[in-house]
């Protein structure tokens, strides 16, 4: 079992720049594919990015694709999202996910452990 818990977040300006992350609790933390999730008011929650258990392997949905970056460090349990030239439509709930998995999912419901999320808000 894995707890995770997000910081960061919080607001920026449209373009600029912000960065999550989430920390997760246990020793087996290398053996989880990880995944960001957001989730807009009135929207279903989506896919944002997700990395391999070594780190080796990205994915990001099109909408962010170039501008967000995901990154772990098994050494510390940490996954972060970097995210830049933001765009209003980037504000959301921003949630971590993990799973015991070889490959990333991007369907929330492949994820076993969720943290709390962390808002962030992008203005115009």
């Known amino acids: 079992q894995v707890q995770l818990v997000e910081s960061g977040g919080g607001l920026a300006q449209v373009g600029g720049s912000l960065s999550v992350s989430c920390a997760a609790s246990?020793?087996?933390?290398?053996?989880?594919?990880m995944g960001w999730f957001r989730q807009a008011p009135g929207k279903e929650r989506e896919f944002v990015a997700g990395?391999?258990?070594?780190?080796?392997?990205?994915s990001y949905s099109d909408s962010v694709k170039g501008r967000f970056t995901i990154s772990r460090d098994n050494a510390k349990n940490m996954v972060y999202l970097r995210m830049s030239n933001l765009k209003p439509e980037d504000t959301a709930v921003y949630s971590c996910a993990a799973t015991i998995s070889l490959v990333i999912f991007t369907t929330d419901s492949s994820y076993d452990y969720w943290g709390q999320g962390t808002q962030v808000t992008v203005s115009s």
């Open positions: 990395i391999s258990r070594s780190g080796s392997s990205t």
């Open positions: 246990g020793r087996t933390f290398s053996r989880y594919a």
